[in-house]
Nanobody
Framework: QVQLVESGGGSVEVGGSLRLSCKAS?????????MAWFRQTPGSEREGVAA???????TYTDPVRGRFTISKDNTENTLYLRMNNLKPEDTAMYYC??????????????????????WGQGTQVTVSS
């Protein structure tokens, strides 16, 4: 199955930008998977951020819509998350995830972490004021 490795996290000031990367590898072509970004802070449940579907449809949760952009380079098997105008509340561990099942709508207000069966190890994003 697909393995996922995130990179690109770091510390930035309020209003700054970061781009996270998630490299997919393994015997299965990642282009057949729905892929997504989630984030989690200590003591909180993992929450969705954005999803990228095989038909190039993208969905976002309300807190990030208009500031974050999810994209994928299928030739490089890499999922990206461009994060602009970062806020302190964006501070979290960010995880890349993949699922062979139906891609959820991240904007529907429901939790979707259980839909995803493959997870990366996470990359930390810290936004300071």
């Amino acid at each position: 199955q697909v393995q996922l490795v995130e990179s690109g996290g770091g510390s930035v000031e309020v209003g700054g930008s970061l781009r996270l990367s998630c490299k997919a590898s393994g015997p299965t072509d990642s282009s057949s998977y729905c892929m997504a970004w989630f984030r989690q802070t200590p003591g909180s449940e993992r929450e969705g951020v954005a999803a990228w579907d095989q038909d190039y449809t993208t969905t976002y949760t309300d807190p990030v819509r208009g500031r974050f952009t999810i994209s994928k380079d299928n030739t490089e098997n890499t999922l990206y998350l461009r994060m602009n105008n970062l806020k302190p509340e964006d501070t979290a561990m960010y995880y890349c995830a993949a699922t062979p099942f139906l891609c959820p709508d991240m904007g529907d207000g429901r939790a979707h972490s259980t839909t995803f069966t493959i997870w990366g190890q996470g990359t930390q994003v810290t936004v300071s004021s």
